[in-house]
């Protein structure tokens, strides 16, 4: 059953796995000397392998929650089972620093369709669970999971922009 009233609680996972995410590209930058675009980087490296691999732990239930918002997902549901895999690829390729013009390209893509999805559900004021996590935690889709995916999509234009 889906709350109508959320509190800080509901999102822990998400609020600790960000914050570690955060944290460790801040050091992993700071030893190794880089500048803010690598620092991106980074932290889109290790968002996207953290949050892929939680959706790998049960890629059917994965699939399923995602069909529930996902435009992509809605229309094709095995798109649902390559996600996880998308996520882990453009992880890969950041933490590598491997063809940036089109890894960022394909995550602004990538997460401006998700953000799509997500705006769509929440302007229904629809009370669904968000697959931003896979199914190992119940976090509810709310504005948070919007600002998410915005903010992947942001740090990928900025990192286009910079190439330029």
């Given at each position: 059953?889906?709350?109508?009233k959320?509190?800080?609680k509901?999102?822990l996972?998400?609020?600790?796995?960000f914050v570690?995410?955060?944290?460790?590209?801040?050091?992993?930058?700071?030893?190794s000397?880089?500048?803010?675009m690598?620092?991106?980087?980074?932290?889109m490296?290790?968002?996207?392998?953290?949050?892929?691999?939680?959706?790998?732990?049960?890629?059917?239930?994965?699939?399923?929650a995602?069909?529930?918002?996902?435009?992509?997902?809605?229309?094709?549901?095995s798109?649902?089972?390559?996600?996880?895999?998308?996520?882990?690829?453009l992880?890969?390729?950041?933490l590598?620093?491997?063809?940036?013009?089109?890894?960022?390209?394909?995550?602004?893509?990538?997460?401006?369709?998700?953000?799509?999805?997500?705006?769509l559900?929440?302007?229904?004021?629809?009370?669904?669970?968000?697959?931003?996590?896979?199914?190992v935690?119940?976090v509810?889709?709310?504005?948070?999971?919007?600002?998410?995916?915005?903010?992947?999509?942001?740090?990928?234009?900025?990192?286009?922009?910079?190439?330029?």
């Amino acid at each position: 059953m889906i709350k109508e009233k959320y509190t800080i609680k509901d999102f822990l996972p998400l609020i600790s796995l960000f914050v570690l995410i955060t944290a460790a590209s801040v050091v992993w930058v700071m030893l190794s000397e880089g500048d803010f675009m690598r620092w991106m980087e980074l932290f889109m490296g290790l968002f996207f392998i953290v949050f892929g691999l939680f959706k790998v732990l049960n890629l059917k239930g994965f699939k399923d929650a995602y069909r529930m918002y996902d435009v992509i997902a809605t229309k094709y549901p095995s798109y649902g089972y390559a996600y996880p895999f998308l996520e882990l690829g453009l992880g890969a390729l950041y933490l590598l620093a491997l063809y940036p013009f089109a890894t960022n390209l394909v995550t602004l893509a990538l997460m401006s369709v998700s953000a799509w999805g997500v705006y769509l559900k929440l302007r229904k004021k629809e009370k669904i669970m968000c697959a931003c996590l896979g199914v190992v935690f119940k976090v509810p889709m709310t504005w948070v999971t919007l600002v998410e995916d915005l903010l992947m999509a942001g740090m990928a234009l900025v990192m286009l922009l910079i190439m330029f």
